[in-house]
């Protein structure tokens, strides 16, 4: 492919990321419309965070086995149109069960979308570029962040909530136009075998690195999830400026998804060694810098960009150990995301309910921060014990 073709194409990947991220997250600043249009409490409206969480982990196997055997555009037009369903009946749902399962819809694609995409960036560029075409895809994700999410907010206290996901959905068919114009069928991208797919898992060093992905991005989440207390509570940041710290928090996950691909391109595993290590010291010292204001608002950036720079390179690692069988792997390592996500959010309630407070939700975060670092050590170690897949040197392996 042109490099102007292969731009395109992630280009293509990254709008399809964009909607995707944007329905994933918004809900969290639209739960009060939501609640009180469906006439529900705050905490049932919150469980549809929780849905859309566990959607993606259960979708996200389901879906890859269904369409192992499609050519990889196809699949992510399907994936895509089930997004668009999905976004489409949350705008009209009459009641609050509709709405549940209709988020659950939309999150069955989102597994499968990441993983099958990430596959597909990495084929679309030179071998020396894949981190980075990976960075470039989920580049749409964290923009989302950046702006979907509080546009979306915006819309939906504006024009109601539904607004909010009729745009989705739009966006979702822009998506869809985009990969299907741009995104070029791949024959010679070879259909995955599922048993091949299946007996990947049983590698340890596959297992490794979805561990790492949990842990890593767990600690993210056991704090990220109680921010805005944290900000009002310990930072004092005002309600009406706590949206534009999480602004900034965006513009650090997009630095760091660029600067995870470029480091991951470079040496994989130190870069990956050092971005843990980094990540779990910013929340260990967030404990402390979240008492003062601006401290927290640095803090709240540089976390940002150690966040999302873990990205690229667990993305990538798992891609890399899979050897052959990249897709199940890959779609699973999305998953895992999610589930670091889901018990991350379970560790930081529990501290909190512990009456323990919030400086020790960060501690807590950065504990699991720290056992991601040591799983990823362990792998590094453990690669140099045993051959590396075909196609992968000894370099790329540790």
Known sequence: MSRLASRLALFALAVAAFAIGTTEFVIMGLLPEVAADLHVGIPAAGLLVSGYA??????????????????????????????????????????????????????????????????????????????????????????????????????????????????????????????????PPL????????????????????LRALAMTVLGFGGVFTVFTYIAPILQQQAHVSVAATGWVLVLFGAGTTLGNLLGGRLADWRLMPALIGILAVLALVLLGFAWTMQHTVAAIVTVFVWGVAAFATVPPLQMRV??????????????????????????ALLGGAVIAGGFGLPAVSLAGAAVAALGLAVTVWSRACAGLVPAHPGVSAQEAG
């Open 54 to 183: 566990l959607g993606v982990a259960a979708g996200a196997p389901l879906l890859a086995m269904l369409t192992a055997r499609m050519e990889r555009r196809h699949a992510l037009l399907l994936l895509l149109g089930l997004f668009i369903a999905g976004n489409a009946l949350c705008a009209v749902a009459p009641s609050y069960t509709v709405l549940m399962l209709a988020r659950v819809l939309a999150a069955f694609c989102h597994g499968s979308f990441f993983g099958i995409g990430a596959v597909v960036a990495a084929h679309v560029v030179p071998r020396e570029q894949r981190a980075q075409a990976i960075a470039l895809m989920f580049a749409g994700l964290t923009l989302a962040n950046v702006l979907g999410v509080p546009f979306g907010t915006f819309l939906g206290q504006w024009a109601g909530w539904r607004s909010t996901f009729a745009a989705v959905t739009g966006l979702g068919v822009l998506a869809a136009i985009a990969v299907w114009r741009y995104v």
């Open 187 to 206: 024959p010679d991208l070879v259909a995955p075998q599922l048993r091949r797919e299946l007996r990947v898992l049983r590698d340890p060093q596959v």
């Open 319 to 344: 891609v890399q150990q899979a050897g052959e069988a990249p897709n199940l792997a890959s779609t699973l390592n999305i998953a895992a995301f999610n589930l670091g996500n889901a018990l991350g």
